[in-house]
Structure formats: structure tokens, C-alpha cells
């Protein structure tokens, strides 16, 4: 017993492997130390930039802030050479036509991720995968072009009539058929977000255990019943996140939404009149900007969306969190 | 109910690999069947082409017959939806949904046969518990995740979950082997219980297991069956040499 000890001290002294226990010895400390101070730094470096942002647009935004107070969030007044500013109609078309394209992404995107990740036979699944997260890859001012020349009459001359003919008693399809407007910024948005939805989707669904599908299939599921049952529940929180991912991009979409929404500050139920977005608005009349309320008005307007972006992101958060808790659980 | 489960020159393949080979094998009903052979001798395929559940794997396929009381389960009409419905099966790895209560884990089957009647659920779960011998461990929180419960508890509760539908057979692969032995111990009790009522073939790796709870053992080296006999005859005089290596312990 001793011996071996004794072999074993040796041994240690011989590969002079150092045996101190105070830190500080070892060059591995400072690695340590220097490892953890980038690591910390590149972290501070975005939560300055973001509090950066929040700080400088509060502060280009002051003209306007004083001029309109809370007021510039109700008003659907926007008359630069009055100077008066009002955000809500902005606000709303942001809001709606990111709706509208979440509306249409939703199914279809997380149908695509449905099919793909369970029913389409192997071969397919690949190329069809690569095929719809290409669509991410076509820059955003390709699809506006799109949108002015194919999309846009399609509507105008096809879709808008027929829908005002099928459904025409219902104020969400009535006025004339301009193609571009609310439903054709819609139409794009959901194009431009579905294969996010997809890409994500997909990954959360191949990450529902083999074992929860067969569960459901042993106690005589249907396929559809199977992946209600088994893999739609359990993979849920991922999906919502996936869905809000999406409706991240929507909301700050900028090009696209621009060239086919119409441009025009209103608020109007129809689908097919035109509208304009808080981003879209800023990209237009920023250059246009002359006085100095004019271009507070436009910042506040930035300001605006980044809390809005911020709101619904943290909302998207809540939410992924509430629902993903069950699920932690069995996880492990 | 006569006749149970007849399996007659099954043989089942995972792509170009063929995993099982001319099986002809006969379950008595209300008994219980152990499965034993090494690891890759094809015992889990078995039972998973008893319920039609070795199709699902991409690439699988099967061919000869399997009969649940003379019916052809691979008969052309034959829909395997319906086929699981009346085999129950119960795997390795416990799988409750972890999204559902326990109630409602028990009654999943129940609601895809169409049962909606609310006191009908309430009374089939509380059997299938009682029959699953969990019922007095979780009676009171029956609207809590079925995640919350301990390895064994959650294996009862996938037993429970495949009786609720009354199946008349309960296919078991390996349901222990992912289990302490206390639990183990819990499981066979079960299963000595449920023998009464239903026919029940059992997949194990634990040769002590296979001579506790079964009546009959099947022995399957290499996609062949080897051996099929009443338990005792199989562990004490096996008729074949390989077998007798295996239940020996010289191989294995």
C-alpha cells in the first residue's frame, strides 16, 4: 500500500505535473480570466448598442415629442407642410399588413414544415426543404419588382374583383381594385416569412422524439392523429416561436411592404386600399424631411417601431415561455 | 378468442437487411409469451409486426401472415389503425405525452376510438389505473403532468394508457429494461395480474425475468426462431444446443 503510494508520487514528480493548489500558478488562470472578459465584453458591447439606439432615437425624436405628446399615437393626421403628425396611421398599417401576411404564412408555412417532417417520402424532403428556405435568399427589393409587375395586376384585374363579387357584403372586400394596397403588402410579407416559419418549424418537428409518434400510433392513431396528438402538442412552444420569428420580419420589413402597399396614411377597413407602415414611411419621406419637426416626427415614428418590435417580441417570449414549461419538465 | 395469435412464415426486412426469417410461432391466449435472444436477434421486430408497427420505419417491410383469432392482420383490407386498436403495446422507453395530464393520457385512446361521453372516460381511466396498479398512487392528482412521475409510475401509466382501450392482446418490448429493480419488481406483479385477462407476449433481455412472469418462451438467435416451448421445458432441458448456451449464460 505504501509502496504503490510512493510509486505514485514518483511517478507525478517524474511527468512534474505541478501539484500547488494556490491558483495564479498556472497559466490557465489568466486564460480563464481573459476568456471571461471577452466573452463579457462582446455581450456589452450589444446591450450598449441597443440601449444606444433606445437613448439616441428618444433624443432626435424630442421635437416631436413635445410638440405632440401622447397625442402623436392617436392622431391620423399626417400633413408635412401643416406640420402636423400623427403616427396611427402608420402604426395601424404596420400592424395589419403584418397580421394579413401572418395570417396567410401561418398554415401554410408550418403545413410545408408538417409535410415535410412527416408525410413527404425521404427523397423529397431535402430538395424541397432547400427550395423553400431559397426564398429567404431573394432580396427584399426583388419581391417589391415582383409585386409591382405580376403580383399587383393579378390582383387588380383577377383576385380583387372575384373577391368582391364572392364576399363583397363584407367591408374588408369592398372599393376599388388599385393591386396594390393592403392585401398585396400582405401577400408579399407572407411570401417573404414563411420560409423562416418553415426553416424553424421543421427543425422543431424532427426534434419530437420517434417514441412520443409511436405512442400514438400503437393506441390506433391515424397519421393526422398522430401528429395532432403527439407531435403538434409536444413541439407547440418551438412552433410559436417559429410563428413569431416570422412575424418579427414582418413587422420590420421595409422595401418590399414600400413598393406595394400603396403609400398612402389611411385607415381604412378595406383589404384592397392602400395603406402605409411605420417603416415604409420612414424610408420615403426621410430625405424629404425638411424642417426639424418634420424629421423628429419620422424619427419618433423609428422610435416608435423599435417598441413596438421590442413589445412583441418580449410578448412572443411570455408566451413561448408559458407554454414551453410543461414540456421542460419531461425533457430531461 | 379461441385460437390467439398464429404467426406463420413471417419474415420482415429493414431495407436491403433482412432482420427475420421464416417465423411460424403460436401465442396461447391469456398467456403470457416471453421473447429472449441476443441484442439484433429480431425478438422486438416480432412483436412489432404483430401490431403492424414495423411498417412505420422508413425502408421496413414485411411479408408472410399474422393471425389474431383467424383473422389476417395483413389480410388486404386489413387497416392497421385498427389493427393496433386491438393490440396494445407498451415499449422500452416509458412515452407518455408529456403536454397531457395524466387523465388525459389515459384517455387518448379512448377519445381517438370516439368516446366522448364525459363519465364513460371518467370511469374506463379509473380502471385502466386500477388495472395498471397506479390508481392509489395518483387518484388525487390525476390533472397533473404525466412528466411528474417516476420512471416506473410512468411505465404503469403507459400500460394503463393501452388497456384503457381494452386491447386483447398487450405486446411488451423490453418494458423493464429503462427501470430500477423495485419498480421491475412492480411491472411483473402486473403482469401476473394481467395474465388473466389478456394475451400478453413480452419482449425482455433478462432471462430471470422471462422465467418469472411467462408461461411460454420463444428463443430467437440471428432472425431465426430457435426454440418455442413452455418456460420451465426451455430453461431447464432445452432441446436445442444453441438455446442452451444462451440460457446458460455461455453466450450472450
Known sequence: MLKSELAGAST???????????????????????????????????????????????????????????????????????????????????LASALLGMLIAVPLGVGTAIYLAELAPF?????????????????????????????????????????????????????????????????????????????????????????QREAALALGATRWETTRLAVLRYARSGLLGAILLGLGRALGETMAVTMVIGNRPEIALSLFAPGYTMASVIANEFTEA?????????????????????????????????????VKEVRE | MAD???ITRLNAWFGPRQVLRDIDLAVVPRSVTAIIGPSGCGKSTCVRCINRMHEVVPGARVAGRVELNGEDLYAPG??????RRRIGMVFQKPNPFPTMSIFDNVAAGLRLAG?????????????????????????DELGKSGAGLSGGQQQRLCIA???????????????????????????????MELRKELTIVIVTHNMQQA??????????????????????????????????????????
Not at chain 1, 428618444?58 to 408635412?80: E, M
Request: glycine letters at 8%; charged letters at 15%; a neutral charge.
Open chain 2, 115 to 139: 368516446v366522448r361521453n364525459r363519465a364513460a372516460l371518467h370511469e374506463a381511466v379509473e380502471r385502466a389505473l386500477h388495472h395498471a396498479a397506479l390508481w392509489d398512487e395518483v387518484k
Open chain 2, 161 to 191: 394508457r393501452a388497456l384503457a382501450v381494452e386491447p386483447e392482446v398487450l405486446l411488451m418490448d423490453e418494458p423493464c429494461s429503462a427501470l430500477d429493480p423495485i419498480a421491475t419488481a412492480k411491472i411483473e406483479e402486473l403482469i
Open chain 1, 290 to 326: 425638411t424642417s426639424d419637426l418634420y424629421l423628429a416626427a419620422l424619427i419618433e415614428i423609428g422610435l416608435l417601431l423599435f417598441v413596438v418590435t421590442v413589445a412583441v417580441n418580449a410578448l412572443a417570449r411570455l408566451l413561448v415561455w408559458s407554454v414551453g414549461g410543461a
Open chain 1, 123 to 211: 427523397w423529397i424532403r431535402p430538395p424541397v426543404a432547400f427550395l423553400v428556405e431559397l426564398l429567404a435568399a431573394i432580396p427584399s427589393v426583388v419581391y417589391g419588382l415582383w409585386g409591382i409587375f405580376v403580383l399587383a395586376p393579378l390582383l387588380r384585374s383577377w383576385v380583387q374583383p372575384g373577391l368582391a363579387r364572392g364576399l363583397g357584403f363584407l367591408p374588408l372586400f369592398q372599393g376599388t381594385p388599385y393591386g396594390v394596397g393592403m392585401l398585396a403588402a400582405g401577400i408579399i410579407l407572407a411570401i417573404m416569412v414563411v420560409p423562416f416559419i418553415v426553416a424553424v418549424s421543421r427543425e422543431v418537428l424532427l426534434a419530437v422524439p420517434t417514441q
Open chain 2, 78 to 83: 386489413a387497416d392497421p389503425v385498427e389493427v
Open chain 1, 12 to 94: 507525478a514528480e517524474r511527468l512534474s505535473v505541478p501539484r500547488s493548489l494556490v491558483p495564479g500558478r498556472r497559466r490557465g488562470v489568466w486564460g480563464d480570466r481573459l476568456y471571461q472578459a471577452a466573452v463579457r465584453a462582446a455581450v456589452l458591447v450589444f446591450v450598449v448598442v441597443v440601449l444606444g439606439i433606445a437613448a439616441l432615437l428618444v433624443y432626435a425624436a424630442r421635437p416631436a415629442l413635445a410638440a405632440f405628446g401622447w397625442r402623436f399615437l392617436v392622431t391620423a393626421d399626417w400633413d408635412p407642410v401643416a406640420e402636423h403628425f400623427g403616427a396611427l396611421p402608420f402604426v395601424y398599417g404596420t
Open chain 2, 211 to 252: 422465467a418469472r412472469v411467462s408461461e411460454w418462451t420463444a428463443y430467437f438467435l440471428l432472425g431465426e426462431l430457435i426454440e418455442f416451448g413452455p418456460t420451465r421445458g426451455l430453461f431447464t432441458s432445452p432441446r436445442d444446443s444453441r438455446t442452451e448456451d444462451y440460457v446458460t449464460g455461455r453466450f450472450g
Open chain 2, 4 to 6: 390467439g395469435i398464429r
